[in-house]
């Protein structure tokens, strides 16, 4: 029997039957570890760099590279961006299918 294939809402969370208020929340919040994760690589930080630069614990750091996503909130991984050095420009647009 053929497997049943649905078309992605474009959030994974959203597919998996996740409120979308709380969806896109992970959304975000997975899109924002995902770049931390990434300038650390860029920069080649070790995790104590990172901690250091991040101005967090060494511990909070293998949480975030380890995709413990319940662990952080938004406003946490903005804080990291800004002892980085980087500002976060938050953008917004309407879905072209509302659930």
Same mark, same amino acid.
Request: charged residues 30%; positive net charge.
């Given at each position: +029997?053929?497997?049943?294939?649905?078309?992605?809402?474009?959030?994974v969370f959203r597919? $998996?039957? =996740?409120?979308?208020?709380?969806?896109?929340?992970?959304?975000?919040?997975?899109?924002? +570890? +995902?770049?931390?994760?990434?300038?650390?690589?860029?920069?080649?930080?070790?995790?104590?760099? *990172?901690?250091?630069?991040?101005?967090?614990?060494?511990?909070? =750091?293998?949480? $975030? $590279?380890?995709?413990? =996503?319940?662990?952080?909130? *938004?406003?946490? $991984? =903005?804080? +990291?961006?800004?002892?980085?050095?980087?500002?976060?420009?938050?953008? *917004?647009?309407?879905?072209s299918r509302v659930?």
């Amino acid at each position: +029997m053929p497997e049943k294939v649905r078309k992605s809402s474009g959030n994974v969370f959203r597919d $998996l039957g =996740i409120p979308p208020a709380e969806a896109e929340n992970l959304r975000v919040r997975t899109d924002l +570890m +995902m770049q931390v994760e990434k300038l650390i690589e860029v920069r080649g930080w070790t995790q104590s760099e *990172a901690a250091k630069h991040l101005g967090v614990s060494k511990r909070r =750091i293998s949480d $975030l $590279l380890h995709g413990k =996503i319940e662990r952080f909130s *938004a406003d946490s $991984l =903005i804080e +990291m961006f800004g002892r980085a050095g980087y500002t976060v420009t938050v953008g *917004a647009r309407r879905r072209s299918r509302v659930a």
